[in-house]
């Protein structure tokens, strides 16, 4: 990253779920300090457990875009045009907007502002709050490498980062921003099976939890194709083959392989708006 370009404030729009995983993380990593850091939401009550938890500034969309050089959109993309005329008057070359809305397009974005400041759009997850988050990262025609660079850092703060062609968005969607949802059910399966076979629910819970996080640690640190590493697990006529068995009866490549495809769709659809 330039080391030239050191945005001072930043904003967060709509900070909901992901737009608190966001501050969460700033805040702990100190990426950005409190003072730097403005908020906002719909409702008074939310600003207010803003404040109170992160010790930030909340106010109006347009006031807080008007104090900001970074600002990241993380409304609902069927609001995504509502709040970006309502933001626009604030917007320069020298604002950088990094938009976290599932769908909503670089185009669409570059037609809402009329162009007026560079753009990153950015796809993270939730786990980002205790900075093992997923984040793919692109640019609009007007943001320059810096501008990526930034938001890459940003989020390399918070877990990994890919920057990526704006097309493979959805799916990424699909896939890294909706799978903690996919992978919690899985974990919660994966106790309720140790509870089945008596294990107390709550060891059962650490158990499954700790063997999901060991073994994406192993096919990150190791390289390996999971398959290869599923080899490894599988003993000749031991117990996990049986296991495997029943996953393969039940379905279960299909079925995952269809809930991404299904998420996919549906973020290409939600950022149908216009
Ligand atoms: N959740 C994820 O894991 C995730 C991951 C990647 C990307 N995203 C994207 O992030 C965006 C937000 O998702 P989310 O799950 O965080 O939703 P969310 O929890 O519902 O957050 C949306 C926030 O927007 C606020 N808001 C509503 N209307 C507003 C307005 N007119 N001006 C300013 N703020 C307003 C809401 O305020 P109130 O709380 O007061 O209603 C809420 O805090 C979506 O576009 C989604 O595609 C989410």
Redesign the pocket.
């Known amino acids: 990253m330039s080391t030239s370009y050191n945005p001072k404030r930043i904003s967060i ?9 966001i501050i969460e993380a700033m805040v702990a990593t100190k990426f950005y300090k409190e003072p730097h850091i403005t908020a ?8 207010n457990y803003l404040e109170q938890t992160f010790g930030i500034k909340t106010t109006s ?1 347009a006031e807080a875009a008007a104090g900001s050089d970074v600002i990241v ?5 069927q ?2 045009q ?2 970006i005329n ?1 933001i626009t008057p604030s917007l320069s070359k020298s604002t950088l907007l990094i ?6 397009t670089l185009a669409q974005i570059d037609k809402w502002t009329g162009s007026k400041c560079p753009v990153v759009r ?5 786990p980002l709050r205790i900075r093992k988050g997923m984040t793919a990262l692109c640019g609009s025609l007007t943001a320059q490498a810096h501008h990526v660079g930034f938001a890459e850092a940003m989020f390399n703060t918070m877990g990994r980062t890919l920057v990526m062609d704006e097309k493979l968005f959805d799916a990424v ?1 699909g896939l890294s ?2 799978g ?2 996919f992978i919690y059910i899985m974990i919660e399966a994966l106790a309720e099976g140790g509870v089945k076979a008596g294990i107390p629910r709550h060891l059962a819970t650490e158990l499954a939890a700790q063997a999901c996080l060991g073994s994406a640690s192993m096919v990150l640190e190791t390289g390996k194709h999971p398959a290869v590493l599923k080899d490894e697990v599988t003993t000749p006529a031991g117990c996990t083959i049986d296991g495997i068995l029943k996953l393969e009866e039940g379905g279960i490549r299909v079925t995952l392989i269809k809930a991404v495809e299904e998420a996919a769709i549906k ?1 290409k659809a ?1 950022g149908e708006v216009e």
Not at 40 to 47: F, H, L, N, P, W
Not at 99 to 104: H, K, L, R, Y
Not at 122 to 126: K, R
């Open positions: 729009i709509g900070a909901g779920k992901i737009g608190e995983a906002t939401a719909r409702s008074q009550k939310r600003m969309n959109l993380a409304v609902k993309p609001l995504a509502k709040v309502e938009s976290v809305m599932a769908g909503i950015a796809m993270p997850n939730t969607t921003a909706s903690p949802a973020a939600l």
